[in-house]
């Protein structure tokens, strides 16, 4: 499965991309503490294991996709 957000920048004020940038950088927190987690305490694809990133404000797909991108 591919899914893909094509985003142009070439009229994002500096807001949204401050908004875009700390998105990404959430994103990328939730891959590493999910990696870290996997590496300590065994892991798969169910709600048991998602639901240890309690820390951002991340919605449930993007959730879902980070432990996806970890495993």
């Not at 985003?7 to 590493?32: D, I, M, P, Q």
């Not at 694809?45 to 240890?52: E, F, K, S, V, Y």
Request: proline share 0%.
């Amino acid at each position: 499965m591919l899914r893909t957000a094509k985003v142009s920048l070439k009229f994002a004020t500096t807001a949204k991309r401050g908004r875009l940038a700390a998105l990404l950088s959430e994103y990328r927190a939730a891959c590493n503490f999910y990696i870290k987690s996997l590496w300590r305490e065994r892991g798969k694809l169910d709600a048991i294991t998602l639901n240890r990133y309690r820390i951002g404000s991340l919605s449930y797909r993007y959730k879902s996709t980070a432990l996806k991108q970890a495993l």
